[in-house]
């Protein structure tokens, strides 16, 4: 098998094995919900780490193409002297030509035209709340505004559905929310209990 080959699977491979993580989650009988959105930040880390590499593979997929072409024409030329050459191969390429973006870009634009749709205030206040260390970890280390506001939405819509924004239960109950949730981060008042994070180390 052709060395370019190999190499054009292995660096799609490794830029897109998060999705298939993804796929892996979402296609279970099990609440995956606040893996979620901890996958979709694995699968934008890993396309924009190997970005530039799946670009560079257009060049390699060009020259597979014309190394085809060539026995696909002497073949045909031995067969067939009146047959078309190559009509084929000639329509995929001229495909590749007319879309100005790399491997790479194109794979980013597609993949961020997509996980719209998953990331919603239900991923984003499971991956805000779960207990999984890895997912925390990722929770700790980032900005939580936007989650904590989906958090926000889910939690009226859970428990204070009708409730005014002024609501003084309503506000008393997020004050509360804000309050463990500062400690089950911290591990700290109900949440310093080192069976918690035992009970949930794999992802």
Known sequence: ????????????????????LLLHYTDRAVPTMDKLY????????????????????????QEIAVERQTVDNYVE????????????????????ENDSLGLGDRILKQWNKRKK??????SLTGWILSPLPDVLNSVINTSQQKARKAMR????QLFFTN???????HIQALDTLY??????????????????SVSY???
């Open 117 to 122: 749709k998953l990331i919603h205030d239900y």
């Open 1 to 20: 098998m052709n060395d370019k080959f190999w190499r054009i699977t292995e660096v799609i491979i490794r830029a897109i094995y998060p999705v298939y």
């Open 77 to 96: 030329y031995s067969t067939d002297d009146d047959s078309d050459y190559g009509s084929d191969d000639d329509s995929v390429d001229e495909i590749i």
């Open 38 to 61: 901890y996958y979709v930040r694995c699968v934008d880390a890993s396309i924009q780490a190997q970005v530039e590499d799946l670009n560079g593979l257009d060049d390699l997929y």
């Open 153 to 156: 939405r889910v939690f009226k």
């Open 201 to 203: 180390t794999h992802l």
């Open 179 to 196: 309050k463990e949730l500062r400690q089950f981060q911290s591990k700290t008042g109900p949440f310093d209990d080192k069976f918690i």
């Open 163 to 169: 409730a005014e924004e002024d609501d003084q239960e």
